[in-house]
């Protein structure tokens, strides 16, 4: 824990809720002892880059929340520095509220998942959009030459505080990748497995 996280998240009313359910004295622990620090190591570039989607959550000027995936190849969300994080947008069903709640309010959050590995990782960002023939120095790093689909505008997230969660609720799940990866040696059960895909 850590990472600037309890600063952003641990407010006034969080902590009556941890007095209240009895969690409040171990937190205060963290909350004194955390670093100030938010910057990305390895660990955290790596597992960002792996990843084929994360769920992003916004907020609209009338207050209420929005959770939206987002998803492409592999490495599509990019990190740019150790305090940067950014992808193209592509044209999706054109209602455009995480885009709209982003120019209302440009805080964000991200989960990002692993679940084969129960592995989680949160992350608070301030974001801005800004359209691609202007910014083509950065529109060139997070565009995906080989994926075909239209770019509508980049957004970038100026992360602020990032934690990883416990493991313990999450639900080991498997692409189909994953699983012919894990069962490569094995191409009767893989063709058994599969045999309903085509």
């Known amino acids: 824990m850590g990472q600037n996280f309890t600063k952003l998240t641990f407010t006034e009313s969080v ?3 941890q007095e209240k359910y009895g969690s409040r004295s171990a937190y205060q622990k963290m909350d004194e002892l955390a670093p ?3 910057q990305l190591s390895q660990r955290e570039s790596a597992f960002i880059e792996q990843r084929d989607g994360f769920y992003l959550s916004t907020v609209g000027e ?3 929340p929005y959770v939206q995936f987002r998803g492409g190849p592999a490495g599509f969300l990019k ?3 150790q305090e940067t994080l950014g992808y193209a947008d592509f044209r999706g069903n054109r209602q455009y ?3 709209g ?3 209302a309010n440009k805080k964000a959050s991200l989960i990002l998942m692993d679940y084969a590995s129960r592995s989680r990782l949160k992350i608070w960002a301030n974001t801005e959009i800004l359209e691609p023939e202007q910014n083509q120095k950065l529109a060139e790093k997070l565009i995906l030459p080989d994926y075909v689909a239209k770019i509508e505008r980049l957004v970038v997230f100026h992360v602020q505080a990032y934690d990883w969660n416990c493991p313990q609720h999450i639900t080991p799940k498997f692409t189909i990748e ?3 990866t894990m069962f490569y040696n094995d191409p009767q059960l893989i063709n058994q497995m ?4 085509s």
Do not use: H, L, P
């Not at 599969?194 to 895909?197: G, L």
């Open 97 to 99: 509220i995480s885009t």
């Open 36 to 38: 100030d620090k938010y």
């Open 15 to 17: 902590k009556k809720a």
């Open 62 to 64: 009338n207050g209420w």
């Open 79 to 81: 990190v740019i520095d």
């Open 178 to 180: 994953e699983i012919k």
């Open 194 to 197: 599969f045999a309903n895909e």
């Open 101 to 103: 709640n982003i120019y």
